[in-house]
């Protein structure tokens, strides 16, 4: 039996890429989406599916987590509050979701170990994300630790971050080599016809494309 990666993708181009690293690097990959009651649910649920099929990914697994709604406390799961289109400011934003990557890497360890996966990759960026502190290389490596010693002995796994110190431009370019299907890949937090183009992550999304002298394939408003 060959080695497997639990992957962990939103749809969006980062824990996208971070997959297509993964299979390139040889492992099998299982496929981990959730649905936590986020404002662009439903294209996200769409884009990971259709990224699974270009992966030709077998086991997928989709699980919902309505008690981010039900808790409130950021703009991507409260409808009363607003998602920020002024601009990147510093400190935490409001789309910051309480937690919520420690969560999913523990419902990712949960099934990686059933599934005797060897790694477990997630689409953290340091350097160039929202400033959210779930996403920072001490904590993650804090949790895989955490992980390791509340699993089974035999139960060694890697929290892999392929792109956490790169910026955005150099994701665009990277997933370009790894011919990544951008245009099934979404970033936007508000909307799900067309990307807004002024939320912070499609703020981020543009900038990097813009820096890395090529045209993002998906659409605008």
Known sequence: MG??????????MDSTLAAYMMHAQGYEIVALHFNYN???QQKELECFRALCDAL?????????LPF????GASALTDHAIAVPIGGIEPGVPVTYVPFRNGIFLSIAAAIAEKEGAEAISIGVVEEDSSGYPDCREAYIEAMERAINL???EQTRLHIATPLVHLRKEQIVLRAIEY??????TWSCYQSEEAACGVCDSCRLRLRGFEQAGTIDPIAYM
């Not at 030709?56 to 919902?64: A, L, M």
């Not at 981010?68 to 808790?71: E, L, T």
């Open 68 to 71: 981010f709604a039900q808790i």
């Open 56 to 64: 030709e990914v077998s086991k997928r697994f989709e699980i919902d």
């Open 38 to 40: 986020q404002r662009t």
């Open 179 to 184: 011919d990544v299907p951008l245009h099934l």
């Open 3 to 12: 080695k497997k990666a639990l992957c962990i993708m939103s749809g969006g």
């Open 150 to 152: 509340g699993t089974k």
